[in-house]
């Protein structure tokens, strides 16, 4: 997080578009995943079933929309640990509204509302106070967790309406799942955002030097501020979906997403140290991550396994374009 | 007297004596000595672990691993007494220290040569060690009828009538405010954090401060992967899951600044030890422990909130005044 930052080496030219696209990050998840799928169509007779696959989309689309917020909010240099807090206190609050007799329109706003509310609690903290997101956040996980487990103890709201379970166990068309389905479009509203928008560049730049930003006009606080709210509202649809996908809610829901969607923009190329990242990275990471999860749970691997496979992943993506450079530096210097 | 009042400590010292207060208007036998000693031994752990964490945070990194080196080395130390009870306790405590270290030594050794940063080599870890618990374990548990008496009684025997988990916890207590305040390493870790690019003027080497550090952590989570199995004779792959949070937490609330550079020995032990306070008095006040997580959330948050007043330096106020404009 706080790592002193490599010195930056500014070159004469830039790359020619073409070897640049073959050498990016992205190409290389593109690889990976091509990998990853052929080894599992080899591995396993029932993975290459369209039914199969979809349900392995079912793996990462919830943690993969809190991904694409935080992506953003770590290209600006700050960081969310109290996503799945989140989800699990807008998942209580839903659960309330079920018992006071709520229908499935009120639940779904109340999700999304009581998300958005928390995201703007974490900016207004971040921002106003000026404190750093990694601690505020991580005090925030406890309290909106805490206020869950305050609410629910050791109890279970259950008794969803029928028509809520659309959101997450509905299919939009054939083996497409509204749950991909919202993915994909948030992914393309995600992606045009950061980088088609100049909201999107100021991301870029804000992540690169904030100060330089403050003295060039960019309201640095505020879009801080957006990017929380943004990433509490996309928690708070991830609540909705997780909610309606197992029909029940307990405080430990979605315990430890946090980890993996941080996990995924990692991995998906986005630089901790802020500044750098594509929202495809994203993309193309949870579907990884989908993919060694649901490969490997079809050869019977353990769950907790896969966790290994998950961190080697995440260490060795990052880790293999440093000893690429080093390598190359070596020869060439 | 105005500079005594300056150390953050003195502030949480007093914050945490007013808490003593509130609960013993509650329930009078808390602030009772047998009480507050059990409080301390309870707390030990945690204190020892956010020590740890404090050296790594000092340097401006982060290690999130600990807890499930912590769950790693215990499940060892504890399938090592299963198998052999014949193993004396303090060579597995050797063993403990050696198997975390080992861990620790890989977390800073990418930190250091692979200049990866140590937030997303610690959050790889973490999983990675955990797993590896499994592995190891094929995810049996170790129960308490499967080891050795001595395994479990250690830390409960009484030396000058304080048990010896307390006493462990007081030797590293020392050992880190020697090494924090009266040695050269020590220096450099705060040299490091308050400022790297100068510390590599002063001749620190930055990198491999760095690497001793995570190798300072590696070993405090395997002691106390020894010392959590032992006291809730259970070693299975859930054990402290999740913890690595608390143990920020207890610095956080200690004053240790997330930015590097600012905290001392006796601020992560005040920051642990208002946390254990906390989780003890919960149930004899009568409050749901559900409520715990809560108001350690709300303690943190009130910390940052008053630590960060401190932390403000002069260099900045230009900028908070354009900031303002």
Known sequence: MNDTPAPRHIPDRLDKPLSSAIFSWEALLVVIAVVIFAVNSFASPYFLDPWSLSDLTFNFTEKGLIALAMALLIISGEIDLSVAAIVALASTMMGMAVQAGAGTPVLVAIGVVVGLGCGAFNGLLVTRLGLPSIVVTIGTMSLFRGIAFIILGDQAYKGYPESFAFFGQGYVWWVFSFELALFLV???????????????????????????????????????????????????????????????????????????????????????????????????????????????????????????????????????????????????? | MKNFLKYREIWLLAGIVVLIGLISTRFPGFADPANLRQVFNDTSILMILALGQMAVILTRSID???????????????????????????????????????????????????????????????????????????????????????????????????????????????????????????????????????????????????????????????????????????????????????????????????????????????????????????????????????????????????NARGERRQGRIILRKAEAA
């Open chain 1, 186 to 333: 948030a992914a393309l509203i995600y992606w045009f955002v950061l980088h088609r928008t100049s909201f999107g560049r100021q991301v870029f730049a804000i992540g690169n030097n904030p100060v330089a930003c403050q003295f060039s006009g960019v309201r640095v606080n505020r879009i801080k501020f957006i990017l929380f709210c943004l990433t509490g509202l996309m928690s708070g649809i991830a609540s909705v979906l997780i909610t309606s996908r197992l029909g029940s809610t307990r405080p430990s829901i979605a315990q430890g997403y946090e980890l993996e969607a941080i996990t995924m923009v990692v991995l998906g190329g986005v630089s901790i140290l802020g500044g750098a990242g594509s929202i495809l990275g994203v993309v193309l990471a949870a579907f990884i991550m989908g993919l060694v999860t649901f490969g490997l749970g079809l050869l019977n691997v353990p769950g907790i396994v896969m966790s290994i496979f998950i961190g080697l992943l995440l260490i060795i993506v990052i880790a293999l374009p440093i000893v690429w450079r080093r390598l190359r530096e070596g020869r060439f210097a």
């Open chain 2, 64 to 306: 999130l691993s600990m807890a499930s080196n912590l769950c790693f080395t215990g499940m060892v130390v504890a399938m090592l007494n299963a198998a052999h009870p014949a193993i004396p306790i303090p060579v597995l405590i050797v063993i403990a220290l050696a198997v975390g270290l080992v861990l620790g030594a890989i977390n800073g050794f990418l930190v250091w040569r692979l200049n990866i940063p140590s937030i997303v080599v610690t959050l790889g870890t973490l999983t990675i060690y955990r797993g590896a618990t499994f592995v190891v374990s094929g995810g049996a548990w170790v129960n308490a009828d499967q080891m050795s008496p001595d395994f479990i009684n250690f830390q409960r025997a009484a030396f000058l009538g304080i048990p010896v988990l307390s006493w462990i916890a007081i030797i590293v207590i020392a050992l880190f405010f020697l090494v924090m305040t009266r040695t050269a390493i020590g220096r450099s870790i705060y040299a490091i954090g308050v400022n790297p690019t100068a510390s590599v003027y002063a001749g620190i080497d930055v990198g491999r401060t760095k690497f001793i550090v995570f190798c300072i952590s590696g070993m405090i989570g395997g002691l106390a992967g020894y010392l959590w199995i032992s006291r809730y004779v259970i070693a299975s792959v859930e054990v402290a899951n999740g913890y690595e949070l608390n143990i920020i937490a207890a610095c956080v609330i200690g004053g240790i600044s997330i930015a590097g550079g600012i905290g001392s020995v006796g601020g992560a032990v005040l920051g642990a030890l208002f946390l254990g306070i906390i989780s003890n008095a919960l149930p004899v006040i009568n409050i749901s422990p559900f409520w715990q997580m809560a108001i350690s959330g709300s303690a943190i948050i009130l910390a940052v909130v008053l």
